[in-house]
């Protein structure tokens, strides 16, 4: 199966950033991370438009899980998923984790697991430090 994290923030430095720590650890055919901070034109913002394109070229893509860090940049996100077609909502699937930590954990999962049960929960466990 063939997966993508999209990563979504107001600043294409955050993305960029995680991206580049992902693709690190993560090595793996079936995963795309993609980039999608800041606004089309390159500014400081958020774009549902910039991602509706990002998941128009991504023909290939089976499931997209997607991350968002703050208010505008999370109803992008939702913004997004209801300009897709029916056939792309179903491959959309917001992440209801953080953007580094929960991006980081499904990435390293999903370059490793077509489970989709398994990368939501490595995502949403992520921030689980266990410090007391």
């Known amino acids: 199966m063939n997966k993508a994290i999209l990563l979504i923030s107001h600043s294409q430095k955050i993305t960029d ?8 650890m993560a090595q793996s055919e079936s995963l795309q991370i993609i980039s999608l ?3 089309s034109d390159g ?3 958020s774009d549902p438009t910039k991602i509706v394109e990002a998941v128009n070229k991504a023909k290939s893509v089976d499931k997209f899980f ?4 703050l208010g505008s940049a ?8 209801d300009m897709l077609e029916e ?4 491959k959309y699937v917001l992440v209801d ?3 580094v930590e929960g991006a980081f954990a499904a990435g390293i999962t999903a370059s490793v697991s077509d489970d989709v049960e398994h990368i939501l929960a490595e995502a949403k466990n992520a921030p689980m430090k266990g410090w007391n």
Do not use: R, W
């Not at 950033?17 to 690190?24: D, F, R, T, V």
């Not at 997607?66 to 860090?69: C, E, G, L």
């Not at 056939?87 to 179903?90: F, G, K, P, S, T």
């Open 43 to 45: 500014e400081l913002g």
């Open 74 to 81: 999370v109803l992008s996100a939702e913004l997004a998923f």
């Open 37 to 39: 901070g800041g606004t």
């Open 17 to 24: 950033g995680i991206k580049e720590m992902i693709e690190q």
């Open 66 to 69: 997607v991350f968002a860090d």
């Open 97 to 99: 984790a953080p953007l």
């Open 87 to 90: 056939d792309q909502q179903a």
